[in-house]
Protein backbone atom coordinates (compact mmCIF):
# COMPACT_ATOMS: atom_id res chain seq x y z
CA UNK A 1 0.00 0.00 0.00
CA UNK A 2 1.61 3.38 -1.24
CA UNK A 3 2.02 6.03 1.82
CA UNK A 4 2.09 9.57 0.77
CA UNK A 5 4.27 11.99 2.84
CA UNK A 6 2.73 14.58 4.92
CA UNK A 7 4.79 17.87 5.69
CA UNK A 8 2.78 19.88 7.92
CA UNK A 9 1.01 16.72 10.21
CA UNK A 10 0.23 19.07 12.86
CA UNK A 11 -1.65 22.08 10.44
CA UNK A 12 0.52 24.55 12.17
CA UNK A 13 4.24 24.60 10.00
CA UNK A 14 6.08 25.88 13.32
CA UNK A 15 4.98 22.74 15.06
CA UNK A 16 5.86 20.74 12.10
CA UNK A 17 9.14 22.58 11.31
CA UNK A 18 10.62 22.35 14.88
CA UNK A 19 9.68 18.66 15.02
CA UNK A 20 11.39 17.97 11.67
CA UNK A 21 14.11 19.89 13.11
CA UNK A 22 14.89 17.22 16.06
CA UNK A 23 16.75 14.57 14.66
CA UNK A 24 19.84 16.98 12.99
CA UNK A 25 19.26 18.90 16.29
CA UNK A 26 19.95 15.94 18.47
CA UNK A 27 22.88 15.08 16.17
CA UNK A 28 24.69 18.37 16.63
CA UNK A 29 24.42 18.99 20.12
CA UNK A 30 25.78 15.60 21.27
CA UNK A 31 28.91 16.00 19.00
CA UNK A 32 28.64 19.47 19.68
CA UNK A 33 28.16 20.70 23.18
CA UNK A 34 27.47 17.44 24.74
CA UNK A 35 31.04 16.03 23.48
CA UNK A 36 29.28 12.13 22.86
CA UNK A 37 31.35 10.13 20.66
CA UNK A 38 30.31 10.27 17.20
CA UNK A 39 28.79 6.79 16.67
CA UNK A 40 27.05 7.26 19.63
CA UNK A 41 25.49 10.40 18.50
CA UNK A 42 24.44 9.13 14.78
CA UNK A 43 22.62 6.32 16.84
CA UNK A 44 21.06 9.13 18.46
CA UNK A 45 19.98 11.28 15.90
CA UNK A 46 18.90 7.76 14.05
CA UNK A 47 16.70 6.72 16.89
CA UNK A 48 15.17 10.57 17.04
CA UNK A 49 14.20 10.61 13.50
CA UNK A 50 12.72 6.95 13.59
CA UNK A 51 10.18 7.94 16.51
CA UNK A 52 9.68 11.56 14.83
CA UNK A 53 9.07 9.64 11.28
CA UNK A 54 6.71 7.15 13.02
CA UNK A 55 4.46 8.98 15.77
CA UNK A 56 4.55 12.37 14.40
CA UNK A 57 4.70 11.83 10.38
CA UNK A 58 2.66 8.58 10.68
CA UNK A 59 4.97 6.72 8.30
CA UNK A 60 5.02 3.04 8.84
CA UNK A 61 7.08 1.73 10.95
CA UNK A 62 8.90 -1.27 8.63
CA UNK A 63 8.83 1.53 6.23
CA UNK A 64 10.73 3.79 8.11
CA UNK A 65 13.33 0.92 9.38
CA UNK A 66 13.76 -0.25 5.79
CA UNK A 67 14.81 3.71 4.99
CA UNK A 68 17.26 3.59 7.25
CA UNK A 69 18.34 0.48 6.11
CA UNK A 70 18.80 1.82 2.79
CA UNK A 71 21.09 4.90 3.95
CA UNK A 72 23.01 2.47 5.76
CA UNK A 73 24.22 0.48 2.72
CA UNK A 74 24.43 3.89 0.95
CA UNK A 75 27.32 4.24 3.72
CA UNK A 76 29.24 1.56 3.45
CA UNK A 77 29.00 2.00 -0.21
CA UNK A 78 30.57 4.10 -1.40
CA UNK A 79 31.22 6.98 1.29
CA UNK A 80 32.78 3.83 3.73
CA UNK A 81 34.39 2.46 0.99
CA UNK A 82 36.35 5.63 0.25
CA UNK A 83 37.84 5.95 3.78
CA UNK A 84 38.45 2.60 4.32
CA UNK A 85 41.28 2.43 1.00
CA UNK A 86 42.15 6.26 0.91
CA UNK A 87 43.16 5.06 4.42
CA UNK A 88 45.11 1.97 3.52
CA UNK A 89 46.91 3.77 1.13
CA UNK A 90 48.31 6.33 3.80
CA UNK A 91 49.08 3.25 5.93
CA UNK A 92 51.05 1.28 3.11
CA UNK A 93 52.77 4.61 2.63
CA UNK A 94 53.57 5.41 6.14
CA UNK A 95 54.92 2.57 7.49
CA UNK A 96 57.75 2.03 4.50
CA UNK A 97 59.18 5.90 4.89
CA UNK A 98 57.63 6.58 1.80
CA UNK A 99 55.08 9.31 3.34
CA UNK A 100 58.12 11.23 5.03
CA UNK A 101 59.73 11.44 1.77
CA UNK A 102 56.44 13.09 0.11
CA UNK A 103 56.13 15.10 3.00
CA UNK A 104 59.98 16.76 2.29
CA UNK A 105 59.46 17.33 -1.26
CA UNK A 106 56.07 19.00 -0.93
CA UNK A 107 57.88 21.23 2.28
CA UNK A 108 60.63 21.69 -0.84
CA UNK A 109 58.12 23.44 -2.62
CA UNK A 110 57.13 25.93 0.17
CA UNK A 111 58.25 25.94 3.94
CA UNK A 112 55.63 28.32 4.87
CA UNK A 113 51.96 26.61 6.51
CA UNK A 114 50.17 28.98 4.33
CA UNK A 115 51.19 28.31 0.97
CA UNK A 116 51.52 24.54 2.03
CA UNK A 117 47.66 25.27 2.64
CA UNK A 118 46.65 26.85 -0.90
CA UNK A 119 48.43 24.35 -2.35
CA UNK A 120 47.26 21.32 -0.57
CA UNK A 121 44.04 21.90 0.68
CA UNK A 122 42.55 23.95 -2.07
CA UNK A 123 44.42 23.24 -5.02
CA UNK A 124 45.27 19.70 -4.88
CA UNK A 125 42.02 19.07 -2.90
CA UNK A 126 39.34 20.55 -5.92
CA UNK A 127 41.17 18.27 -8.38
CA UNK A 128 40.42 15.33 -5.85
CA UNK A 129 37.19 16.73 -5.69
CA UNK A 130 36.35 17.19 -9.61
CA UNK A 131 37.81 13.58 -10.05
CA UNK A 132 36.20 11.71 -7.33
CA UNK A 133 34.21 14.17 -5.04
CA UNK A 134 32.31 11.69 -1.75
CA UNK A 135 34.85 12.48 0.89
CA UNK A 136 37.76 12.20 -1.37
CA UNK A 137 39.54 15.19 -1.25
CA UNK A 138 39.40 15.81 2.49
CA UNK A 139 40.39 12.39 3.08
CA UNK A 140 43.63 13.09 0.73
CA UNK A 141 44.42 16.26 2.02
CA UNK A 142 44.09 15.93 5.81
CA UNK A 143 46.23 13.06 5.68
CA UNK A 144 48.90 15.15 3.85
CA UNK A 145 48.40 18.29 5.94
CA UNK A 146 48.62 16.08 9.50
CA UNK A 147 51.94 14.79 7.86
CA UNK A 148 53.25 17.57 7.13
CA UNK A 149 53.01 18.76 10.93
CA UNK A 150 49.49 20.39 10.74
CA UNK A 151 47.70 20.10 14.35
CA UNK A 152 44.96 17.43 14.22
CA UNK A 153 42.28 20.59 14.36
CA UNK A 154 44.17 22.16 11.72
CA UNK A 155 44.59 19.36 9.34
CA UNK A 156 40.92 18.39 9.56
CA UNK A 157 38.82 22.01 9.89
CA UNK A 158 40.76 23.80 7.15
CA UNK A 159 40.61 20.93 4.76
CA UNK A 160 36.61 20.94 5.15
CA UNK A 161 36.87 25.04 4.80
CA UNK A 162 39.09 24.54 1.47
CA UNK A 163 36.43 21.82 0.01
CA UNK A 164 33.60 24.21 -0.74
CA UNK A 165 34.14 26.10 -4.00
CA UNK A 166 34.50 23.32 -5.71
CA UNK A 167 31.68 21.01 -4.66
CA UNK A 168 28.89 21.72 -7.04
CA UNK A 169 31.20 20.63 -10.19
CA UNK A 170 32.46 17.22 -8.25
CA UNK A 171 32.57 14.20 -9.54
CA UNK A 172 33.15 15.37 -13.06
CA UNK A 173 29.76 17.58 -12.55
CA UNK A 174 27.45 14.63 -10.54
CA UNK A 175 25.49 17.21 -8.60
CA UNK A 176 24.68 19.60 -11.31
CA UNK A 177 23.97 17.01 -13.89
CA UNK A 178 21.73 15.57 -11.61
CA UNK A 179 20.03 18.25 -10.93
CA UNK A 180 19.04 18.57 -14.49
CA UNK A 181 18.03 15.18 -15.32
CA UNK A 182 16.04 15.10 -12.14
CA UNK A 183 14.03 17.85 -12.27
CA UNK A 184 14.07 19.34 -15.73
CA UNK A 185 16.42 22.01 -15.94
CA UNK A 186 18.52 22.68 -18.92
CA UNK A 187 22.23 21.30 -17.93
CA UNK A 188 23.81 23.97 -19.89
CA UNK A 189 21.72 26.75 -18.30
CA UNK A 190 21.99 25.72 -14.91
CA UNK A 191 25.51 25.34 -15.13
CA UNK A 192 26.35 28.33 -16.67
CA UNK A 193 24.52 30.13 -13.58
CA UNK A 194 26.74 28.32 -11.13
CA UNK A 195 29.59 29.28 -12.97
CA UNK A 196 27.92 32.80 -12.47
CA UNK A 197 27.98 32.41 -8.76
CA UNK A 198 31.01 30.11 -7.47
CA UNK A 199 33.78 31.84 -8.93
CA UNK A 200 33.54 34.71 -6.74
CA UNK A 201 33.50 32.66 -3.87
CA UNK A 202 36.40 30.27 -5.34
CA UNK A 203 38.06 33.50 -5.45
CA UNK A 204 36.84 34.41 -1.72
CA UNK A 205 37.96 31.40 -0.11
CA UNK A 206 41.38 30.96 -0.25
CA UNK A 207 41.59 34.53 1.29
CA UNK A 208 39.51 32.61 3.81
CA UNK A 209 41.19 29.71 4.39
CA UNK A 210 44.07 31.79 5.25
CA UNK A 211 42.52 34.19 7.15
CA UNK A 212 40.60 30.84 9.42
CA UNK A 213 44.15 29.52 9.87
CA UNK A 214 46.43 32.63 10.69
CA UNK A 215 44.60 35.71 11.26
CA UNK A 216 43.95 38.77 9.47
CA UNK A 217 47.14 39.89 9.10
CA UNK A 218 49.33 36.90 8.19
CA UNK A 219 46.56 36.65 5.20
CA UNK A 220 48.14 39.99 3.42
CA UNK A 221 51.68 39.23 3.99
CA UNK A 222 50.70 36.55 1.47
CA UNK A 223 48.18 38.15 -0.27
CA UNK A 224 49.86 38.32 -4.08
CA UNK A 225 50.07 34.37 -3.73
CA UNK A 226 46.40 34.01 -2.61
CA UNK A 227 45.38 36.07 -5.51
CA UNK A 228 46.91 33.84 -8.27
CA UNK A 229 45.40 30.82 -6.39
CA UNK A 230 41.80 32.20 -6.65
CA UNK A 231 41.81 33.69 -9.76
CA UNK A 232 43.62 30.89 -11.84
CA UNK A 233 41.07 28.95 -10.56
CA UNK A 234 37.84 31.40 -10.39
CA UNK A 235 38.88 32.43 -14.37
CA UNK A 236 38.49 28.80 -15.98
CA UNK A 237 36.00 27.71 -13.55
CA UNK A 238 33.64 30.33 -15.17
CA UNK A 239 34.68 30.24 -18.74
CA UNK A 240 34.29 25.76 -18.62
CA UNK A 241 31.28 26.17 -16.98
CA UNK A 242 29.81 28.51 -19.54
CA UNK A 243 31.07 27.85 -22.25
CA UNK A 244 31.97 23.84 -22.20
CA UNK A 245 30.08 22.26 -19.54
CA UNK A 246 30.05 20.92 -16.03
CA UNK A 247 32.17 17.74 -16.26
CA UNK A 248 35.21 18.95 -16.49
CA UNK A 249 35.04 22.21 -14.55
CA UNK A 250 36.82 21.36 -11.17
CA UNK A 251 39.49 19.18 -12.77
CA UNK A 252 40.62 22.23 -15.21
CA UNK A 253 40.14 24.44 -12.79
CA UNK A 254 42.33 22.94 -10.23
CA UNK A 255 45.04 21.77 -12.97
CA UNK A 256 45.62 25.16 -13.97
CA UNK A 257 45.31 26.78 -10.15
CA UNK A 258 47.82 24.66 -8.91
CA UNK A 259 50.14 25.57 -11.93
CA UNK A 260 49.95 28.97 -11.29
CA UNK A 261 51.17 28.93 -8.07
CA UNK A 262 53.91 26.49 -8.16
CA UNK A 263 55.17 28.80 -11.08
CA UNK A 264 54.65 31.71 -9.18
CA UNK A 265 56.19 30.38 -5.62
CA UNK A 266 59.63 30.00 -8.20
CA UNK A 267 59.39 33.91 -8.53
CA UNK A 268 57.97 34.99 -5.39
CA UNK A 269 58.14 33.81 -1.75
CA UNK A 270 57.19 36.07 1.42
CA UNK A 271 58.94 38.22 3.62
CA UNK A 272 58.19 36.10 6.65
CA UNK A 273 57.68 32.55 6.64
CA UNK A 274 54.81 31.17 8.73
CA UNK A 275 56.16 28.02 10.24
CA UNK A 276 53.09 27.62 13.31
CA UNK A 277 51.40 24.16 12.61
CA UNK A 278 48.59 25.14 14.76
CA UNK A 279 44.99 27.55 14.20
CA UNK A 280 45.80 30.88 15.26
CA UNK A 281 44.29 31.05 18.49
CA UNK A 282 44.20 27.53 18.74
CA UNK A 283 47.66 26.46 19.61
CA UNK A 284 47.02 24.11 22.41
CA UNK A 285 44.63 22.19 20.70
CA UNK A 286 44.98 19.53 18.23
CA UNK A 287 46.98 17.40 20.15
CA UNK A 288 50.70 16.34 18.93
CA UNK A 289 50.98 19.07 16.14
CA UNK A 290 55.01 18.69 15.44
CA UNK A 291 57.15 21.94 15.30
CA UNK A 292 58.39 22.20 11.61
CA UNK A 293 61.94 21.33 10.93
CA UNK A 294 63.81 21.55 7.95
CA UNK A 295 62.72 18.87 5.18
CA UNK A 296 65.55 16.48 4.27
CA UNK A 297 66.89 16.46 0.92
CA UNK A 298 66.46 13.13 -1.33
CA UNK A 299 67.30 11.67 -4.31
CA UNK A 300 65.15 11.72 -7.15
CA UNK A 301 65.03 7.84 -7.53
CA UNK A 302 63.08 8.01 -3.62
CA UNK A 303 61.52 10.75 -4.93
CA UNK A 304 60.23 9.41 -7.72
CA UNK A 305 59.24 6.53 -5.20
CA UNK A 306 57.38 8.49 -2.77
CA UNK A 307 55.25 10.20 -5.57
CA UNK A 308 54.66 6.99 -7.47
CA UNK A 309 51.49 6.00 -5.36
CA UNK A 310 49.97 9.25 -5.10
CA UNK A 311 50.46 9.46 -9.10
CA UNK A 312 48.86 6.40 -9.56
CA UNK A 313 46.01 7.00 -7.33
CA UNK A 314 45.18 10.10 -9.32
CA UNK A 315 45.37 8.26 -12.34
CA UNK A 316 42.67 5.44 -11.26
CA UNK A 317 40.46 8.13 -9.46
CA UNK A 318 40.41 10.07 -12.70
CA UNK A 319 39.80 7.06 -15.04
CA UNK A 320 37.15 5.76 -12.51
CA UNK A 321 35.55 8.54 -12.53
CA UNK A 322 35.06 8.46 -16.50
CA UNK A 323 31.22 7.85 -17.22
CA UNK A 324 32.52 5.16 -19.97
CA UNK A 325 34.55 3.91 -17.68
CA UNK A 326 31.69 3.76 -15.24
CA UNK A 327 29.20 2.29 -17.70
CA UNK A 328 31.50 -0.41 -18.64
CA UNK A 329 32.24 -1.62 -15.11
CA UNK A 330 28.70 -1.57 -14.28
CA UNK A 331 27.84 -3.26 -17.58
CA UNK A 332 30.20 -6.24 -16.00
CA UNK A 333 28.70 -6.35 -12.38
CA UNK A 334 26.30 -3.81 -10.53
CA UNK A 335 23.47 -5.79 -9.52
CA UNK A 336 20.15 -3.32 -8.11
CA UNK A 337 17.85 -4.74 -5.20
CA UNK A 338 15.01 -2.76 -5.07
CA UNK A 339 13.93 -2.60 -0.99
CA UNK A 340 11.15 -4.96 -0.88
CA UNK A 341 8.40 -2.25 1.34
CA UNK A 342 9.68 0.83 0.30
CA UNK A 343 10.96 0.94 -3.23
CA UNK A 344 7.67 2.90 -5.06
CA UNK A 345 5.64 2.38 -1.79
CA UNK A 346 6.73 6.48 -0.64
CA UNK A 347 5.09 9.77 -2.99
CA UNK A 348 5.81 12.94 -2.43
CA UNK A 349 2.81 15.13 -3.26
CA UNK A 350 2.06 18.83 -4.13
CA UNK A 351 3.58 21.25 -3.26
CA UNK A 352 6.76 19.85 -3.34
CA UNK A 353 5.67 18.28 -6.94
CA UNK A 354 3.52 19.19 -9.43
CA UNK A 355 1.72 15.26 -9.81
CA UNK A 356 1.94 12.70 -7.33
CA UNK A 357 5.65 11.03 -7.83
CA UNK A 358 6.94 7.81 -6.11
CA UNK A 359 10.23 7.49 -4.65
CA UNK A 360 12.31 4.65 -5.69
CA UNK A 361 14.40 3.02 -3.38
CA UNK A 362 16.96 0.83 -4.87
CA UNK A 363 20.32 -0.03 -3.50
CA UNK A 364 22.72 -0.58 -6.87
CA UNK A 365 26.18 -2.67 -5.37
CA UNK A 366 28.40 -0.83 -7.83
CA UNK A 367 31.58 -2.41 -6.10
CA UNK A 368 33.09 -2.29 -9.73
CA UNK A 369 32.86 1.08 -10.61
CA UNK A 370 32.95 2.99 -6.90
CA UNK A 371 35.51 5.08 -6.14
CA UNK A 372 36.66 3.07 -3.73
CA UNK A 373 37.74 0.11 -5.50
CA UNK A 374 39.81 2.62 -7.79
CA UNK A 375 41.52 3.88 -4.42
CA UNK A 376 41.83 0.35 -3.41
CA UNK A 377 43.51 -1.18 -6.61
CA UNK A 378 45.82 1.92 -6.99
CA UNK A 379 46.83 1.21 -3.13
CA UNK A 380 47.48 -2.18 -3.74
CA UNK A 381 49.67 -1.40 -7.25
CA UNK A 382 51.13 1.07 -5.24
CA UNK A 383 51.96 -1.35 -2.67
CA UNK A 384 53.80 -3.44 -4.87
CA UNK A 385 55.59 -0.36 -6.08
CA UNK A 386 56.83 0.26 -2.97
CA UNK A 387 58.03 -3.53 -2.72
CA UNK A 388 55.24 -5.00 -0.47
CA UNK A 389 54.81 -8.65 -0.16
CA UNK A 390 51.11 -10.11 -0.87
CA UNK A 391 50.86 -10.97 2.75
CA UNK A 392 51.45 -7.57 4.68
CA UNK A 393 49.50 -6.04 2.21
CA UNK A 394 46.27 -8.25 3.31
CA UNK A 395 47.79 -7.82 7.23
CA UNK A 396 48.18 -3.89 6.82
CA UNK A 397 44.20 -3.65 5.46
CA UNK A 398 42.73 -5.52 8.23
CA UNK A 399 44.67 -3.23 10.55
CA UNK A 400 43.16 -0.21 8.50
CA UNK A 401 39.42 -1.95 8.87
CA UNK A 402 40.10 -2.28 12.43
CA UNK A 403 41.64 1.24 12.87
CA UNK A 404 38.03 2.87 11.08
CA UNK A 405 36.37 0.84 12.60
CA UNK A 406 33.47 3.18 14.22
CA UNK A 407 33.98 6.10 11.61
CA UNK A 408 32.48 3.27 9.34
CA UNK A 409 29.81 2.74 11.88
CA UNK A 410 29.18 6.41 12.02
CA UNK A 411 29.18 7.10 8.59
CA UNK A 412 26.64 4.71 8.39
CA UNK A 413 24.17 5.41 10.91
CA UNK A 414 24.66 9.27 9.60
CA UNK A 415 23.61 8.26 5.80
CA UNK A 416 20.82 6.40 7.54
CA UNK A 417 19.46 9.12 9.20
CA UNK A 418 19.82 11.45 6.26
CA UNK A 419 17.97 8.88 4.06
CA UNK A 420 15.30 8.20 6.03
CA UNK A 421 14.36 12.44 6.73
CA UNK A 422 14.22 11.77 3.06
CA UNK A 423 11.61 9.65 2.32
CA UNK A 424 9.72 10.19 5.71
CA UNK A 425 9.28 14.15 3.95
CA UNK A 426 10.99 15.71 7.62
CA UNK A 427 13.61 17.09 5.31
CA UNK A 428 11.04 18.96 2.90
CA UNK A 429 9.30 19.99 5.81
CA UNK A 430 12.47 21.92 6.58
CA UNK A 431 12.42 23.10 3.13
CA UNK A 432 9.20 24.34 2.77
CA UNK A 433 9.76 26.41 5.96
CA UNK A 434 12.52 28.37 3.59
CA UNK A 435 10.11 28.69 0.77
CA UNK A 436 7.39 30.26 2.78
CA UNK A 437 9.69 33.06 3.08
CA UNK A 438 8.29 35.55 0.03
CA UNK A 439 10.92 38.40 -1.16
CA UNK A 440 13.29 37.05 0.76
CA UNK A 441 13.41 33.74 -0.47
CA UNK A 442 16.71 34.40 -3.04
CA UNK A 443 18.22 33.97 0.24
CA UNK A 444 16.52 31.67 2.47
CA UNK A 445 16.26 29.29 -0.70
CA UNK A 446 19.76 29.24 -1.04
CA UNK A 447 20.05 28.25 2.83
CA UNK A 448 17.84 25.63 1.77
CA UNK A 449 20.68 24.05 0.01
CA UNK A 450 23.00 24.31 2.51
CA UNK A 451 21.13 22.46 4.98
CA UNK A 452 20.15 20.04 2.64
CA UNK A 453 23.86 19.40 2.22
CA UNK A 454 24.45 19.35 5.59
CA UNK A 455 21.63 16.81 6.22
CA UNK A 456 22.64 14.41 3.56
CA UNK A 457 26.29 15.51 3.11
CA UNK A 458 26.05 15.25 -0.53
CA UNK A 459 25.38 17.99 -2.76
CA UNK A 460 24.27 15.72 -5.00
CA UNK A 461 21.50 14.55 -3.12
CA UNK A 462 20.73 18.02 -1.68
CA UNK A 463 19.76 18.88 -5.63
CA UNK A 464 17.81 15.88 -5.81
CA UNK A 465 16.13 16.61 -2.52
CA UNK A 466 15.22 20.21 -3.18
CA UNK A 467 16.12 21.20 -6.68
CA UNK A 468 12.04 20.39 -7.80
CA UNK A 469 10.65 22.68 -4.78
CA UNK A 470 13.32 25.29 -5.99
CA UNK A 471 11.97 25.19 -9.54
CA UNK A 472 8.31 25.52 -8.10
CA UNK A 473 8.93 28.43 -5.67
CA UNK A 474 11.27 30.47 -8.08
CA UNK A 475 7.67 30.30 -10.73
CA UNK A 476 5.20 31.32 -8.02
CA UNK A 477 7.65 34.09 -6.91
CA UNK A 478 8.66 35.30 -10.89
CA UNK A 479 12.25 34.51 -10.21
CA UNK A 480 14.41 32.59 -12.81
CA UNK A 481 14.20 28.54 -12.18
CA UNK A 482 17.56 28.49 -12.86
CA UNK A 483 19.03 31.02 -10.61
CA UNK A 484 17.48 29.19 -7.50
CA UNK A 485 18.47 25.96 -8.93
CA UNK A 486 21.90 27.16 -9.46
CA UNK A 487 21.05 28.64 -5.45
CA UNK A 488 20.71 25.17 -4.12
CA UNK A 489 23.99 23.87 -5.56
CA UNK A 490 25.94 26.92 -4.95
CA UNK A 491 24.53 27.53 -1.32
CA UNK A 492 24.65 23.70 -0.97
CA UNK A 493 28.52 23.65 -0.93
CA UNK A 494 29.15 25.56 2.00
CA UNK A 495 26.96 22.63 3.93
CA UNK A 496 29.82 20.30 3.03
CA UNK A 497 31.78 21.30 5.59
CA UNK A 498 29.87 20.50 8.58
CA UNK A 499 27.86 17.52 7.47
CA UNK A 500 28.56 14.75 9.68
CA UNK A 501 30.19 12.41 7.01
CA UNK A 502 32.38 14.61 6.01
CA UNK A 503 33.54 15.62 9.80
CA UNK A 504 34.31 11.77 10.15
CA UNK A 505 36.06 11.56 7.32
CA UNK A 506 38.44 14.40 7.89
CA UNK A 507 38.64 12.94 11.86
CA UNK A 508 39.63 9.39 10.77
CA UNK A 509 41.82 10.80 7.82
CA UNK A 510 43.76 12.84 10.76
CA UNK A 511 43.50 9.90 13.48
CA UNK A 512 41.73 12.25 15.71
CA UNK A 513 39.25 10.02 16.72
CA UNK A 514 36.29 10.72 18.72
CA UNK A 515 37.14 14.84 18.17
CA UNK A 516 34.07 15.22 15.92
CA UNK A 517 32.48 17.71 17.99
CA UNK A 518 35.77 19.99 17.98
CA UNK A 519 35.73 19.79 14.26
CA UNK A 520 31.88 20.74 14.54
CA UNK A 521 31.79 23.57 16.29
CA UNK A 522 35.24 25.10 14.68
CA UNK A 523 33.94 25.29 11.01
CA UNK A 524 30.43 25.84 12.06
CA UNK A 525 30.63 29.27 12.34
CA UNK A 526 32.75 29.47 8.74
CA UNK A 527 29.87 27.44 7.16
CA UNK A 528 26.91 29.84 7.97
CA UNK A 529 28.92 33.02 7.24
CA UNK A 530 29.99 31.46 4.01
CA UNK A 531 26.23 30.53 3.19
CA UNK A 532 24.71 33.69 3.83
CA UNK A 533 26.89 35.23 1.75
CA UNK A 534 26.25 33.09 -0.90
CA UNK A 535 22.28 33.93 0.19
CA UNK A 536 23.06 37.91 -0.08
CA UNK A 537 24.66 37.46 -4.04
CA UNK A 538 21.97 35.56 -5.12
CA UNK A 539 19.85 37.63 -3.40
CA UNK A 540 21.63 40.99 -5.78
CA UNK A 541 21.46 38.77 -8.44
CA UNK A 542 17.31 37.99 -8.33
CA UNK A 543 16.75 42.04 -8.03
CA UNK A 544 19.72 44.07 -8.11
CA UNK A 545 21.95 42.62 -10.98
CA UNK A 546 19.52 40.51 -12.73
CA UNK A 547 21.21 40.65 -16.34
CA UNK A 548 23.18 37.88 -14.55
CA UNK A 549 20.56 35.42 -14.03
CA UNK A 550 19.24 35.71 -17.84
CA UNK A 551 19.42 32.68 -19.75
CA UNK A 552 22.13 31.87 -21.72
CA UNK A 553 21.86 31.43 -25.69
Same mark, same amino acid.
Given at each position: MVWQQIYDPFGNMVISTLLAAVPVAVMLICLGLLHIKAHIAAALGLVSALAIAVLAYGMPAEMAGKAALLGGFTGLLPIGWIVLNIIFLQQLAEQNGSFKVLQDSLSGITTDRRLQLLLIAFCFGAFFEGAAGFGTPVAVTAGILIGLGFSPLAASGLSLIANTAPVAFGALGSPV???????? %????????????????????????????????????????????????????? %??????????????????????????????????????????????????????????????????????????????????????????????? %??????????????????????????????????????????????????????? %??????????GRTAWLVRYSLATIVLMLGLGTLTRYSGTDTTLGLAFANTGVLYPFFGTLMGWIGVAMTGSDTASNVLFGGMQKVAAEQLGLSPNLMGAANSSGGVMGKMIDAQSIVVASTATRWFNHEGDILRYVFFHSIALACLVGIFVTLQAYVFPFTAMVVH
Open positions: ITLAKVHG %YDLMQVTAMIGRQLPFFSLLVPFWLIWAFAGRKAMLEIWPAILVTGLSFAIPQ %YLVSNFIGPELVDIIAALVSMTSLILFLRVWQPRKIWRSPSLKGHENDGGDAKAEVAPAVHSKAALMQAWTPWIILTAFVFVWGLPPVKAFLNSL %YAPAFPMPGLHNMVEKVAPVVAKPTKEAAVYTLNILSATGTGILLSAIVGALVMK %YKPLEIVRTF
